[in-house]
């Protein structure tokens, strides 16, 4: 997958470091995954949630963070569209 928006992930990165591990994990598989649909992302992410626009909210650092993506499933880009605490992410809806 082509990943947009990385920048957003480095720059959480700063401002959470415990997130570190777990975003660069996902930024790694992500671009090396090959997502058709929405239930190749939630095989290998059970706590992920799909939404409508083919975006995918995922549970980041134990459910500490919260980051959101948006997925062009035929073209194969992922835009990172979000990144925050609970509480911000409760500001997004």
Do not use: C
């Not at 992930?9 to 930024?27: A, C, G, N, T, V």
């Amino acid at each position: 997958m082509r990943v947009i928006g990385t920048d957003k992930i480095f720059e959480f990165i700063r401002k959470h470091p415990d997130s570190d591990e777990w975003l660069k994990s996902w930024l790694a598989e992500a671009r090396h995954g090959k997502w058709q649909r929405p239930s190749d992302i939630k095989e290998r992410y059970k706590s992920a949630s799909i939404l409508d626009d083919n975006r995918v909210i995922f549970n980041v650092k134990g459910n500490k963070y919260r980051m959101e993506i948006q997925v062009a499933y035929k073209n194969q880009i992922v835009h990172i569209r979000q990144l925050g605490t609970h509480a911000e992410y409760n500001r997004w809806s």
